[in-house]
């Protein structure tokens, strides 16, 4: 393989592991609750801003990341209990708006708390390039791409195994089906904000010390996973582990091969063309209507 | 309690008023009543600049009643057909920069620029609408604001034309040889554009047209079993829609003498759609409400960094928990049931 083309690809798979997990916060929210949660990227955000924080602040790195996807699912539990919960009737459009003003509240308050200067973690496990066939990743890509890798095995172990998991499923599938049969709905529904919040938060812990973290670098990212989500179909786990990935290869060949001006349009110059083509994302079912 | 709440009765005339002032969607309202919510709105907008102190207070109205036209534009789209579009800044751009790139590299004058700008803007809008508007919800929402965003990064990165991310300066608006200038004079221009849209969209919303897109927001499939041809109304719309916004870019750029692509971007349009569901969907002075509340706000917490968007955020989230139809409808729905239940105490 071109070594070129490598490198572009190792890159893209980074990119693409970070979509991932913002795509799978995404799915999960919309599938416990049809809510689009456009806050998401402030999750990413918060987890990444408290990790640095703390790092910077002299708490040992293990613990400052740990702690900043804790505190994320925090949030993300927080945001579900006192926002959206009691708008559970409200239309659509009106939950938009309400995570939209929760992604202002939480930029806000982290311009407050932590100001408007960018943070970084400290690489993982040092920032010597290694060498791959004429290429070279970062040891902190490696990190991305085990994060992401282990998050969807512990997804698919939590939602196939695990009583928890299996009332989520079943509370996406028929929220009122699944309350008759004793799940309890109200906990689901905070509980896949949290699980949310911290999946993405892994997102923003791991990929800090490649890209550095500010107040405003969430929006970017949550709509990027918004994205990768849409491509993969909404709702559905492995549509968004392929779309996050997908879309992270296209945007690093475009940047390499087209143009880096544009690698910001790609993303949505592609889910326009496969909306267009396929309505439903491209592993989504097909949607019926009830009239 | 036999009592409705009728015309005829004493006292009511105030009430209607109100409702019409609040835009109730009563079948009853008549157009007496919206024409006195259209006098209302004249006497504001004409009354007005007696209180404004100085040009600074005449740029923040102007600036209310560029985001309240843009708002209606919108509102019909989104509350009077159901369909949702995240993007809608990016018509907007269209119309600006068409303007601005047509009167600045070409030497067009500002009226025909303007109407290119406007038939341009409206032939994209017919062939984005033909392939997107099939598709619902969410993923409806994801392609207008991928359009949107497309827009704007064109916007930035087309530098030769469009000055790139720092935007590009335009020229003012003159007709027959008379030039628009200062605030005093926009004021009238952005005033009567605001009163001509209320009156358009009104006469569409009555229209048999405007009938069959609040068919269409019920019940798609019930609105075609009725007969109605859903696709091209729906089409229709947004392409009028996506033209009220163009042209009124274009007068804005020439009102304000400098654009950059950030008027075309995904936080405009977000503004845009929390001012009419803010105000509330499918209420034309609801959309002038929510615009009033945008247009304020930020100048109210310029200064207070970090606290200006916290605060915002919270009021629209307070605003939806507790009144999830948009203040205007709300706050109207309740003046009714508080007017009946007095009446209704008064006939017992």
């Not at chain 1, 083509?277 to 079912?285: D, K, S, V, Y």
């Not at chain 2, 030497?107 to 303007?114: C, E, K, Q, V």
């Not at chain 2, 654009?259 to 002038?288: C, D, H, K, R, W």
């Amino acid at each position: 393989m071109l070594p070129e083309l490598l490198q572009f690809i190792l890159s893209g798979m980074t990119l693409g592991a970070m979509y991932m997990l913002s795509a799978l916060g995404f799915s999960m929210i919309y599938n416990a609750s049809g809510v689009i949660n456009f806050a998401q990227g402030e999750f990413i955000m918060a987890g990444g801003m408290a990790a640095s924080f703390l790092s910077a602040a002299g708490v040992p790195l293990p613990l400052a990341c740990v702690a900043g996807v804790m505190i994320a699912g925090l949030v993300g539990g927080l945001v579900e209990r006192l926002a959206v919960a009691p708008a559970r009737d409200a239309a659509v459009a009106s939950i938009i708006i309400i995570t939209i003003g929760v992604s202002m509240i939480l930029r806000g308050l982290t311009e407050i708390l932590l100001g408007k200067r960018p943070y970084a973690l400290p690489h993982f496990s040092g920032e010597a390039p290694l060498a791959l066939r004429g290429a070279t990743i970062l040891p902190q890509s490696l990190w991305v791409l085990a994060a992401g890798a282990l998050i969807v095995l512990g997804l698919s172990l939590f939602f196939g195994r695990t009583r928890i998991g299996k009332g989520m499923l079943a509370t996406s599938y028929d929220r009122l089906a699944a309350q008759l049969v004793g799940v309890d709905v109200r906990r689901v529904l905070t509980l896949s904000f949290a699980l949310s919040a911290a999946i993405g938060a892994v997102g923003g812990v791991v990929i800090a010390p490649i890209s550095t973290v500010a107040y405003d670098t969430g929006m970017m990212l949550g709509l990027k996973g918004f994205v990768a989500a849409t491509l993969g179909g909404l709702g559905s786990g492995p549509g968004a582990v392929f779309g996050g990935l997908f879309l992270g290869l296209i945007e690093a060949l475009t940047a390499g091969y087209v143009s880096s001006a544009y690698k910001d349009a790609v993303p949505f110059i592609l889910v326009f063309i496969v909306l267009v083509l396929r309505p439903q994302g491209l592993l989504g079912a097909k949607p019926t209507d009830r009239i | 309690m036999t009592h409705h709440p009728d015309q005829s009765l004493p006292g009511s005339r105030q009430s209607s008023i109100l409702g019409s002032i609040l835009g109730r969607s009563d079948a009853r309202r008549t157009g007496a009543g919206r024409v006195v919510g259209l006098a209302a709105l004249a006497a504001v907008v004409a009354l007005l600049p007696l209180l404004l102190p100085n040009a600074f207070y005449f740029d923040v109205a102007i600036r209310i009643a560029i985001l309240a036209v843009n708002g209606i534009a919108l509102n019909l789209l989104m509350g009077y057909t159901g369909q949702i579009s995240l993007g809608h800044a990016g018509f907007f751009g269209l119309g600006a920069y068409g303007s601005a790139v047509l009167t600045t590299h070409f030497g067009w004058t500002p009226l025909p620029a303007l109407l290119a700008a406007a038939g341009l803007t409206a032939v994209i809008a017919w062939g984005v609408a033909r392939v997107i508007l099939r598709l619902r919800g969410h993923y409806l929402a994801m392609a207008t604001l991928g359009l949107g965003i497309i827009i704007s990064i064109v916007l930035g990165n087309e530098a030769a034309w469009t000055g790139g991310p720092d935007g590009m300066p335009v020229d003012g608006f003159s007709l027959f040889g008379l030039t628009l200038s200062g605030e005093r004079q926009w004021y009238w221009v952005f005033g009567g554009l605001l009163i001509g849209t209320v009156v358009l969209a009104q006469n569409l919303i009555d229209s048999p047209a405007g009938r069959a897109l609040q068919a269409l927001h019920g019940s798609e499939t019930a609105a075609s079993v009725a007969g109605i041809d859903v696709g091209r109304r729906k089409i229709a719309v947004f392409v009028l829609s996506a033209t009220v916004s163009a042209m009124l870019g274009s007068l804005s750029a020439h009102y304000s003498g400098y654009i950059n692509p950030g008027i075309a971007g995904f936080l405009q349009s977000v503004e845009l759609v929390i001012i009419v569901v803010l105000g509330g969907m499918a209420s034309i002075y609801g959309s002038i409400f929510g615009a009033v509340v945008m247009g304020l706000l930020p100048q109210i917490l310029a200064g207070y960094e970090g606290w200006d968007s916290v605060l915002f955020g919270v009021i629209l989230v307070v605003t939806m928990i507790f009144l999830p139809r948009g203040v205007v409808p709300s706050l109207a729905t309740r003046l009714r049931s508080a007017r009946l239940a007095g009446k209704g105490g008064a006939a017992c």
